[in-house]
Structures are given as C-alpha cells and as structure tokens.
DNA sequence: CCCAAATTTAATAGCTCTATTAATTTCATG
DNA sequence: CATGAAATTAATAGAGCTATTAAATTTGGG
C-alpha cells in the first residue's frame, strides 16, 4: 500500500494528496489516510503543510492555474473565427484528457464550499476583461456578416462547457451501466472530441 | 432556524433530510444537523431510520424512481422520430427545471461511493432493453432513410445529457462568476431549453 | 381516567478526524 | 565524530459524528 519512492516526503505526500483529493474530494480524504498511502507518521503532514486546508489549496490553486493558462494562451487572432472556435473546444477538450478527475473536483469543491467558490471567483474577476470583450466583438461581427446566427457568446460557451465535461465527469458511472472497458471508452472518448466540434459548428449555422 | 409545522416529525425529517442532503450530499450531512433544523433530538433521527445510510436510500430512491419513471414513460411511438427526440429533451429538461440540484446530488454519490453505483446500475439492468433497443431500431430506420446522419444512440443520449445536465449543474458557480441573479437565470435556463432542442436536431441532420 | 404504545429526550460509548507538542531519530557539515 | 538543524514519530487534546440504551413524556383507545 505504501509507496517507496526516491522522492522527498513532502512530494510523496503531494502526490498521494492530489490523487486522493481527486478521487474523493476534500471531505472525504483525511490526513490519516494520505500519511498511511504515503507510509509515514499523520503528524508529518502537518508538519509540512500545517493544515490539510492548505495542503489542499496549494493543490487546488495549481490546478486551476494550470486550467486557466491553458485556456488563456490558446488564443490566436490570426486564424479566421470558425477556426479558432474549434481550436477552443479542442484544447479544452485535450486539457480534459490530460485531467480527467479535474472536472469533478472543481464541481466538487466549489459547488460544497462557498469559500473555495468565492476564492476563485475572485481569480477569475482579475482576468483581463478583454479576452471575453475581444471574444464577443469577434462574434458579433460574424453574426452582422451572417455567417453565424444570433447567439450570446455566454451561450456559446456554455454548450462548449456541456459537450466537453460531461463526458469525463460521467465516466466511471458511464463505464458501469454500460458495462464499457477503459480501452473502448477511450476510443469513445477520441470519437466524442470531433463529435463535439461538428455539433457545435453547425449549432452555429445561420 | 427549526421548522414549525403540522407534518409528522417523521415527514419533517424526511424533508429536512433531503433539502440537506441535496445542498450538500451524504457525508457532509450529519444526523446531528438534521435534527438541530427539524428542532427534535438527534436520537430521534435514529428512532425513525435507525442509520442515516437508511434514510438517505428512502431519498435517494425516491429521486431514482422519480427521474426513470419520468423518462421512461415520456415515449409515444405515434409519433415521428424527430419529434420524440424533441419531446426527449424537452421532458428531460423539466424533470431537471423541477429537481435541479438532483444531477449533482446523483453525480456525488455514484462517484464517490462505488455501493451506490452498484446498486443503481442493477436497478438499471432490470430495465426493458427492448426500451434501448426500439430506440436504436427506429435510429438506424431514420438513418436508412437518409434523414439522420449515421450516429449511434449512445452519442444521441450523451449529447441530450451533456446539454441537459450542465447548466443545472454550473449553476452555482455560472450564477457567481457572472453575477447572475435568480431571476435572469431563470430566463436564460428557459432558453436554453430550446437552444438544446435546436442543437440537437441540427447534429443530426444528414 | 388509565394504561400501553408511540414518541421524544438525555446520556453516553465508541469512533475518526485534525492539529499540536514534545521527544526522538537522521543527517550533513565543520 | 560532535552538533545543530531538519525530519520523523509518539502521544494526546479536543471536537464532531453515529448509534444505542434507558428513561421520560405524550397520546389515543377502552
């Protein structure tokens, strides 16, 4: 059960938080258990991290820069707009791969604790406000083009965010009900990414 | 902060219970706070359910019970296919416009414990497949008649899923981030009903 | 009005968890 | 190899939770 690694305790006890936390959030993992997973005194993750409430923050925090840069720097003004649309669904889609747990921890989290909600709201307020301005101009010139109907750029965004986190946040249930091996739900997985660009193109026709 | 009331002290537990159980799902609930909002002892939980796995169940049964029999009874093979899918999403929808914290008090407890997975993917195997398999039946029968682009029925239901589900499952933190209040929600949630519908069909098309 | 059943409460055992403190061990370096 | 800092452990306080038990209270039918 006990990892034996070369690794320094401390990054031992950040890998087995992480996977923990992202298995069963933070209520359901505790000191205790990481330190066993870990094969060291429970007192020594407090001696690094003091509390598990930070532990976890410096966890969480990373994570969610990891997902913002990702989205943020994915941008490129010089492609045409349809192009850059489909970049966006398939880069966030290529960070849920990476991250498949990640989705259900933010929801997780942030959706049973107000002050993780609020924290990242703040973070997320900070961002440059331009990004999404530029993103709704750029729109609304192909909309007066008439080369996409009307539609908010909120809207947009939300069936991206549907057609791309639902299939990695069902997946354990998925899997199970219809009894689908990991080899094949991968495979599903790869299909679904060119699925979700086509849906969300032609949901854009005029 | 206790509850004044007519109702039973079993019904009000009940009803407690779930309101608790919805916001904030099974391990972070206690007995204890339950019976601190119902204003009775916390002995008295136990009285009436014996453990607070078995009151939780009777709930989370209810809810299954509830979401299959609506889905399950919304199908009327009189009429056209596209229209049933319309009628599909629609009636799914609402049952969520209804319950809307239940996506993410399903997701929670399948996730995070594997026994309530099992058991609801048994609940589901006693199903009539002949359900799934009229469903794929008149599909390919759509397809062969070159009205519906080839596509299987699992991507179908994923699709009505994924754009069904997330809004009622953001919704928090969508409300949050964008400053949203109650009501404007609201509106765009009926929207985004018929913005589902439109995507959908539009996915399908050959 | 009485009493038995149903309801409700008080008390508490036993568990797990977080966090802290003090003691012990490891280890690099002068 | 002595020493002090860093790493690790043992022990434990203190809190909250579930579940049980026995006692107290309420209530409805005869």
Redesign the interface.
């Known amino acids: 059960m006990d990892v034996k690694s070369d690794q320094s305790t401390e990054q031992q006890i950040i890998e087995v938080a992480e996977k923990l936390f992202m298995e ?2 933070f ?2 993992t505790s000191t205790t258990e990481i330190a066993r997973k870990v094969g060291c005194n429970q007192a020594l993750v407090h001696y690094y991290f003091r509390t598990k409430e930070k532990l976890f923050e410096s966890i969480f925090e990373r994570k969610a820069q990891l997902m913002l840069s990702a989205i943020l720097k994915m941008d490129d003004p010089t492609q045409p707009f349809e192009e850059r649309l489909r970049k966006l669904v398939e880069n966030h889609f290529d960070i849920m791969v990476e991250n498949p747990q990640l989705p ?1 921890l933010f ?2 989290e ?3 604790n107000p002050k993780r ?2 924290l ?2 703040q973070k ?1 307020q900070m961002l440059p406000l331009t990004l999404m301005e530029r993103f709704a101009n750029d729109l609304q010139n192909e909309i007066d083009k008439g080369r996409i109907r009307n539609v908010t750029p ?2 947009i965004l ?2 991206v ?3 791309n ?3 990695f ?2 997946r ?2 998925f899997q ?3 009894n689908t091996s990991d080899e094949l739900f991968n495979v ?1 997985i790869q299909q ?1 990414k060119q ?1 979700n660009i ?2 969300l193109m ?2 854009l ?1 005029p």
């Open positions: 069963k959030g209520a359901l259900f929801l997780n942030l959706l049973t909600l609020e990242l709201t997320f909120i809207s939300l069936t965010l549907s057609l986190l639902t299939p946040i069902i354990p249930i199970k009900m219809t599903i679904r699925e086509l849906i032609r949901s026709m």
